[in-house]
């Protein structure tokens, strides 16, 4: 049985006249009596009395009201529930991150969010291989570089700066360049795999054309490491190397490469309160830089769900 004739039929004996129903529902009158004479003849039953004071339910009608009632009841029901589901702050929300970014920067700022919302959820995939955000493993994905994904939606939240770096042995033994020129004989760590062609990379290819290759490494972490034990010099985010006292700074007026940092999720997620919520926490992190990892971030916490729906680009 079609709902959508039960629904102008509970419309009618609320109302009491077509005239009145049509009003309320916001079409015209022959389709409210269209759908009642669909009703009637699935039915094979009367369902009104045509009084000249008005409609009056037959038998049958006082019948199919009590069901539609019912019916009406759940659907405002589900739709209520529905509603309240979007607008509080919990639930289970998956987020993925390259394995640098997540360890050195992201984590440690999850704290702050999970203290303003502890109905939240967070399940967190750190890994070099990308998520299918698009096909469901993950709702949401912090990325460095353009996205080309034109099935997300997006806005850039910030740049993540880039420099060069060595350890105090490796300076040591090496000497400490002052030109772009004196990379000429020195050793680098480059990137490979996944991020062989990202742009810190390709800028320390360029530069370090006459520079030796130590070693080529597919994760940010393990190039720091390689840089502390004294390796090579290594192009990392200053949130990565921030963590390290034992790396400095090279060539830091000549060697810099911001990399733009992007938020994405899928379109259907746009109006999700949970979504929202851990956008503007996120924006709100990336805002305060990336230079070191960021203290407390109370006032990312506080922006409403409203605020925080997609308002960036979709270019993607």
């Known amino acids: 049985m079609d709902w959508d004739n039960i629904r102008f039929f509970h419309a009618v004996a609320k109302a009491g006249s077509f005239s009145e129903a049509s009003r309320r529902l916001k079409v015209s009158q022959p389709t409210v009596g269209r759908h009642i004479r669909l009703l009637e003849d699935r039915l094979d039953a009367e369902l009104f009395h045509r009084l000249p004071s008005g409609l009056v339910l037959t038998d049958a009608g006082r019948r199919i009201f009590e069901k539609a009632e019912e019916m009406a009841f759940s659907a ?6 529905i509603a309240g589901t979007r607008s509080r ?31 939240l959820d967070i399940d967190v995939t750190l890994s070099n291989v990308r998520l299918d955000v698009a096909k469901g493993e ?20 910030g740049s993540v700066p880039f420099k060069l770096y060595a350890s105090r042995r490796y300076l ?38 006459r520079a030796r290759p130590a070693l080529k490494l597919d994760s940010l972490l393990a190039q720091k ?6 390796m090579g010099l290594a192009a990392l985010p200053t949130y990565v190397a921030a963590a390290s006292p034992s790396l400095i700074p090279v060539l830091p007026e000549k060697f810099r490469v911001s990399v733009p940092l992007w938020l994405l999720t899928r379109s259907e997620l746009r109006r999700s309160a949970r979504v929202g919520v851990v956008r503007s926490f996120l924006a709100g ?31 993607l």
């Open 76 to 81: 405002q029901g589900l739709a209520d529930r």
């Open 89 to 119: 702050i919990e639930g289970r929300i998956t987020l993925t991150s390259a394995e640098g970014l997540g360890q050195s920067w992201l984590i440690p700022i999850l704290r702050d969010l999970s203290s303003h919302h502890h109905g």
């Open 138 to 157: 993950a709702d949401l994905a912090l990325r460095m570089g353009e996205p080309h994904d034109e099935s997300l939606i997006g806005r850039q939240i």
């Open 172 to 209: 040591e033994m090496f000497g400490h360049p002052e030109d772009i020129l004196e990379l000429s004989g020195h050793r680098t760590i480059e990137s490979g795999g996944v991020i062989q062609n990202v742009p810190q990379a390709r800028y320390l290819r360029e530069i370090g054309a």
């Open 225 to 230: 490491a390689a840089a502390e034990e004294g």
């Open 285 to 315: 992190a990336a805002r305060k830089g990336f230079d070191g990892i960021p203290g407390a971030i109370a006032a990312a916490c506080s922006t409403d769900a409203a605020s925080a729906s997609p308002t960036g680009t979709t270019r």
